[in-house]
């Protein structure tokens, strides 16, 4: 069974906050919540990852709800260059496996 | 730093054929691992390796094998390539053991088998 899931595609407007929903229903205690992109199939790139806390960085914010069962990645204020693939991702409890859901495209619009 | 490399960008092969993926990096990273994606889905680890010498499997291993013999380099061999091998392969890597740092994924193959 998938470890995370998240909805197919959504869209935003240019500017606005873009947030992006996962469901991570079964993590267990020490599994970490990561978020990647990939724009046009590059190669995944990172964006932000969790335990239990929120957190931001310069590109994101990570709200982990309490009892960690999901999470919503939010971009501030969307651009143009945001328009990609999305992903959530448990990170194993060893921390050498990702299991990435199927992800979100996002589209932001002008 | 070329970061994480990985060739041939695209390949072909037949079924039955044997191929090597080849993926570099240059940042003195310890963990090197393997991704496939197929259309509309998530990655999905195939092999990785904590260092040179040591390799463990993912969640989809079958069909694959792979050694680590220096830190820079980790490449992945389809032995008797399938129509089901067709995908994307990304590998990656990062530093340190206990995986709480960012990965960093090369440019990617697509290899499609006929």
């Known amino acids: 069974d998938a470890k995370t899931t998240q909805p197919p595609s959504m869209d935003c407007a240019e500017g606005r906050a873009a947030n992006l929903p996962c469901n991570h229903s079964t993590i267990s205690g020490n599994e970490y919540v990561y978020w990647y992109r990939q724009i046009h199939s590059q190669g995944p790139q990172y964006i932000i990852h969790g335990l239990k806390n929120n957190e931001t960085n310069e590109m994101a914010s990570l709200i982990i709800t309490e009892d960690r069962k999901s999470s919503t990645l939010i971009l501030p204020h969307a651009t143009l260059r945001d328009t990609a693939v999305y992903y959530c991702i448990v990170r194993s409890n060893t921390g050498n496996q990702f299991y990435f859901g199927t992800g979100t495209s996002l589209t932001v619009i002008p | 730093n070329a970061g994480v490399t990985q060739t041939p960008k695209f390949q072909v092969l037949k079924t039955g054929q044997s191929m090597t993926l080849q993926c570099a990096q240059d940042m003195n990273h310890e963990y090197m691992s393997w991704y496939r994606q197929d259309p509309g889905m998530g990655l999905r680890l195939i092999h990785y390796?904590?260092?040179?010498?040591?390799?463990d499997q993912g969640e989809v291993p079958n069909g694959y094998n792979v050694s680590r013999s220096t830190t820079e380099d980790f490449p992945l061999r389809l032995l008797s390539a399938a129509p089901s091998q067709t995908s994307v392969y990304f590998c990656a890597s990062r530093t340190g053991y206990n995986g709480y740092n960012e990965q960093f994924f090369g440019p990617g193959t697509r290899l499609t088998v006929l």
């Open positions: 390796s904590v260092g040179a010498g040591i390799t």
